[in-house]
Nanobody, 121 residues
Framework: QVQLVESGGGLVQAGGSLRLSCAAS??????MGWSRQAPGKEREFVAA????????YYSDSVKGRFTISRDNAKNTVYLQMNSLKPEDTAVYYC????????????????WGQGTQVTVSS
């Protein structure tokens, strides 16, 4: 059974940093990524990375501030978030895809339960 468990969310002031982690179990995945959903807004796919470490995607809203990375030995993907803004406030979800490669969230088969990130102004 595949499980994705996020951690690292919390409350931070604008300009601060957080590092999210997502530990996967029950399989190996070619692509892993992060999506977020703010209250009243559609889910936004923010970053994705290949098993090789090659970058797939950053959304324009996070480019230059967020960095995605992964540790295949630990089956874990990370999202380092710097220069956080109040508009980054959202529930952040980890996503995983077994085969192929995609920058589109609809192609990801597995999702975590989410971790709340709140950025105060």
């Amino acid at each position: 059974q595949v499980q994705l468990v996020e951690s690292g969310g919390g409350l931070v002031q604008a300009g601060g940093s957080l590092r999210l982690s997502c530990a996967a179990s029950g399989g190996t995945f070619n692509d892993m990524g992060w999506s977020r959903q703010a209250p009243g807004k559609e889910r936004e796919f923010v970053a994705a990375i290949r098993r090789s470490g090659g970058l797939i995607y950053y959304s324009d809203s996070v480019k230059g501030r967020f960095t995605i990375s992964r540790d295949n030995a630990k089956n874990t993907v990370y999202l380092q978030m710097n220069s956080l803004k109040p508009e980054d406030t959202a529930v952040y979800y980890c996503a995983a895809k077994r085969d192929g490669s995609s920058r589109y969230s609809d192609d990801y088969e597995y999702w975590g339960q989410g971790t709340q990130v709140t950025v105060s102004s």
